[in-house]
């Protein structure tokens, strides 16, 4: 059994905040944003990124493999993306439309 970390701790404890039926998102986003540096702030985006990238991938994966369309990679195809982005800065929200070549 492998010794348990700091991050395996942080983990076990976010989760726990995380399943309490009395947490509210936007305090706890209000109280990192007014009582932590940027640079925490900045990594804790960076860490709800890659927890998005790898959600989307996996519902990719998902929707290919149910319909069994699997796509030559070599055929662009495009993709309309409707998405809401936040501005971390000053904060305001954004409705943008972007479309890719996919």
Do not use: C
């Amino acid at each position: 059994m492998r010794r348990r970390t700091k991050i395996d701790k942080a983990i076990d404890l976010l989760e726990e905040i995380l399943n309490d039926h009395h947490f509210h998102p936007a305090l706890f986003a209000n109280m990192i944003t007014t009582s932590y540096p940027p640079y925490t702030q900045a990594r804790l985006i960076e860490l709800i990124k890659y927890i998005e990238s790898y959600h989307y991938k996996e519902a990719e994966l998902e929707r290919k493999t149910q319909t069994g369309q699997y796509r030559n990679n070599n055929i662009p195809r495009i993709k309309s993306d409707t998405s809401w982005v936040h501005d971390s800065y000053n904060g305001h929200t954004a409705h943008i439309n972007a479309q890719a070549v996919i």
